[in-house]
């Protein structure tokens, strides 16, 4: 007597490899679905944690269809954020090797009168600078691994501009002010389908830009950001929010909310606060398909 095969059915735990996995089991005709590990855990809380109850756990929570999957963007939108990412990861050696530089300076004591260090004139003062070795070579090493990062980096950019060009995202998140190509690039790939979030309160959930609240009665502690989600799609929007902060649709909001903390720290939760406005912006313009409308940015602040 024949037998049919029946579908395999599949869960692992988010964790590094996980796609890996997810794709060669996909491949060996599998349904494979990846549990969020936090949220796992909050439906069945466990005294001890082992791998056996581990996969018990999943097993049982995938038998019964309660499996708290994450989102797996197709390969295509994976080499959209590789790209984006790539570039920021550049960014950051680059940034790293002129910080110590300016560190190398004020060790010896040598002011820096420029406005860039790395420019014309801040080239010249360094090559004029009598450093000791092996601060001298460091430097001059440090130097040429800056110039080659700028040429990798201008590259990247101008790949982001090509692929950008056509992308309907891309093309309306440039109409958000404060927002570029490499930004518009970079949260467009972070989102993947827009779709995907039900509201404007879910896309703000997945930036991680949302307090943490605990509910206890009738009280609400709020603690820090969550920071779930991609942290490039929260860097993304902090950058542009710092921009669209001076601009008259979100200044008001701005300003009252930088003085009721002070200056130190209502200055950070206020650029939050913007950011958190600018994804809710950007989910209802990718959503209508339409162009940036800062409607509701100058609504009363909650006390």
Not at 125 to 131: F, G, Q, R, V, Y
Not at 140 to 167: F, P, S, V, Y
Not at 181 to 196: K, P
Not at 283 to 298: E, V
């Amino acid at each position: 007597m024949a037998r049919y095969r029946q579908p395999v059915q599949a869960a692992i735990e988010s964790m590094t490899g996980a796609r890996f996995v997810h794709d060669q089991l996909e491949l060996a005709g599998w349904e494979v679905a990846i549990a969020d590990a936090v949220k796992a855990k909050g439906l069945a809380p466990l005294a001890c944690k082992t791998d056996k109850i581990d996969a018990w756990v999943l097993a049982e929570l995938s038998r019964r269809d309660l499996i708290p999957a994450i989102w797996l963007p197709d390969p295509g939108v994976r080499a959209e954020r590789e790209r984006a990412r790539w570039r920021l990861h550049l960014v950051h050696h680059r940034t790293a090797l002129k910080n110590r530089i300016h560190q190398t300076l004020i060790t010896f004591g040598h002011p820096c009168p420029v406005a860039d260090l790395f420019g014309v004139s801040g080239r010249q003062l360094l090559t004029a600078l009598a450093l000791p070795e092996p601060w001298l070579g460091s430097v001059t090493a440090a130097l040429q691994l800056i110039d080659q990062l700028d040429g990798q980096i201008d590259e990247r950019e101008r790949e982001l501009r090509e692929m950008g060009a056509d992308h309907p995202y891309v093309v309306l998140l440039r109409t958000v002010p404060g927002i570029g190509w490499v930004l518009a690039y970079t949260i467009a790939s972070e989102i993947g389908d827009i779709h995907r979030f039900a509201s404007s309160t879910k896309l703000i959930s997945y930036t991680g830009l949302c307090p943490l609240v605990r509910q206890s009665g009738d009280r609400d502690y709020r603690g820090p950001l969550t920071k779930h989600g991609p942290r490039y799609l929260r860097w993304a929007l902090i950058e542009a929010a710092q921009h669209a902060a001076m601009l008259p649709a979100y200044r008001p909001r701005y300003q009252t909310i930088k003085r009721r903390l002070g200056r130190q720290r209502g200055s950070n939760v206020a650029t939050v606060d913007v950011a958190r406005q600018l994804a809710k912006a950007v989910w209802y313009m990718l959503t209508r398909n339409q162009s940036f409308a800062p409607g509701g940015a100058t609504d009363s602040v909650a006390a």
